[in-house]
């Protein structure tokens, strides 16, 4: 079992910065792709930005050159650097994993860490 723990969040003002971390603890075998999502309350959830355990990364549109997704391997955690904030930013950002080997993937969540830019 994996459990994820996120930090971060908060409160800031439009055009401020923000960055979460999401750490892994547990029986860890293998931590491969790691991703942050966000939801806003009544809209399905999106991704925001992936990092492979290579380094390889791919990021929504709306935040492609303000947000920058990182990981720690020798920590387990990955990282969400959010600059240049919007409005429209805010929402409830939660980390996934992809944890395990090929014959046997889980994905796991953490509990999600609310975001809010005040314009």
């Known amino acids: 079992q994996v459990h994820l723990v996120e930090s971060g969040g908060g409160v800031v003002q439009a055009g401020g910065s923000l960055r979460l971390s999401c750490a892994a603890s547990?029986?860890?075998?293998?931590?491969?792709?790691m991703a942050w999502y966000r939801q806003v309350a009544g809209k399905e959830r999106e991704l925001v930005a992936r990092?492979?355990?290579?380094?390889?990364?791919n990021y929504a549109d709306s935040v492609q050159g303000r947000f920058t997704i990182s990981r720690d391997n020798d920590k387990n955690t990955v990282y969400l650097q959010m600059n240049s904030l919007k409005p429209e930013d805010t929402a409830v950002y939660s980390c996934?994993?992809?944890?395990?080997?090929?014959?046997?993937?889980?994905?796991?969540w953490g509990q999600g860490t609310q975001v809010t830019v005040s314009s």
């Open positions: 996934n994993v992809r944890h395990g080997y090929v014959w046997d993937l889980s994905d796991y």
């Open positions: 547990g029986t860890i075998f293998r931590l491969n792709a």
């Open positions: 990092i492979t355990n290579g380094g390889s990364t």
